[in-house]
């Protein structure tokens, strides 16, 4: 089975610069969740959905990042604008409903904002 | 809340030795436990999970972890340390919040094993 897809795997842009993310998660999967990785802060959960509608957005550091999960197999996450201190690895993992089910995760998204 | 504590963010081991991640959760309801393992440049993977099945649980590539109520404490463990191990690891507990699934994850311990 395909695992969960993330893309672009790298970005680098320029700072101002609108960015997305995307992610496809595996099928069947209920839940999909959004994470950002820093050295400073560690792995940070932005925001994650339920069956396409977003749970807790309390992780999202600002009004200049968004994500939206349109249907069951695809998820965007958006920068608008974007400035250096977002350069991090952002990662994008789905589950099976159930407290016991573990996530899995896709390989992320390194981005660098110059 | 729940929330989960990695004792010691790096952690070095000769190769052959006994590998020890340490991990305490702090949990209102009998907890859900995972542990993760995340190689350079890749996600996170899943390594074992605690369903209170068992309180030794076995996972992948040698390692396991034992849960102990008494010591709120879900410790990783390998006999003996391979090269391969070199990875960050991280102990995560799930609970429900407000109906929906609630994964909290530890800050992560980097392993380092030494030839």
């Known amino acids: 089975d395909a695992g969960v897809i993330q893309s672009p795997r790298h970005e680098v842009t320029e700072m101002g610069q609108e960015v997305t993310l995307r992610c496809k998660p595996i099928?069947?999967?209920?839940?999909l969740f959004w994470y950002r990785q820093t050295m400073m802060r560690g792995l940070e959960l932005l925001i994650y959905?339920?069956?396409?509608?977003?749970?807790?957005d309390s992780g999202m550091p600002e009004d200049r990042f968004s994500a939206k999960m349109p249907n069951a197999s695809f998820s965007t996450l958006k920068i608008q604008p974007s400035e250096p201190r977002d350069s991090a690895v952002y990662f994008c993992?789905?589950?099976?409903?159930?407290?016991?089910?573990?996530?899995?995760f896709g390989d992320g998204t390194r981005l660098s904002i110059l | 809340a729940q929330s989960v504590t990695q004792l010691g963010s790096h952690v070095s081991v000769s190769e052959g030795a006994l590998v020890l991640l340490r991990c305490n959760y702090s949990?209102?309801?009998?907890?859900?436990l995972f542990w993760y393992v995340q190689y350079p440049n890749q996600g996170l993977q899943l390594l074992l999970k605690?369903?209170?099945?068992?309180?030794l649980v076995k996972g992948i590539n040698g390692f396991e972890a034992e849960f102990k109520k008494s010591e709120t404490s879900f410790h990783l463990t390998k006999p003996s340390a391979h090269m391969s191990d070199a990875a960050e690891y991280f102990c995560?507990?799930?609970?429900?919040?407000?109906?929906?699934?609630?994964?909290?994850f530890g800050t992560g311990t980097k392993l380092q094993v030494i030839p």
């Open positions: 993992a789905s589950s099976d409903p159930g407290t016991n089910q573990p996530q899995h």
């Open positions: 099928s069947g999967h209920d839940y």
């Open positions: 959905f339920n069956n396409n509608v977003p749970i807790d």
């Open positions: 949990s209102s309801v009998p907890p859900y």
């Open positions: 605690y369903t209170s099945a068992a309180t």
């Open positions: 995560a507990v799930s609970d429900l919040a407000g109906g929906y699934q609630k994964v909290t």
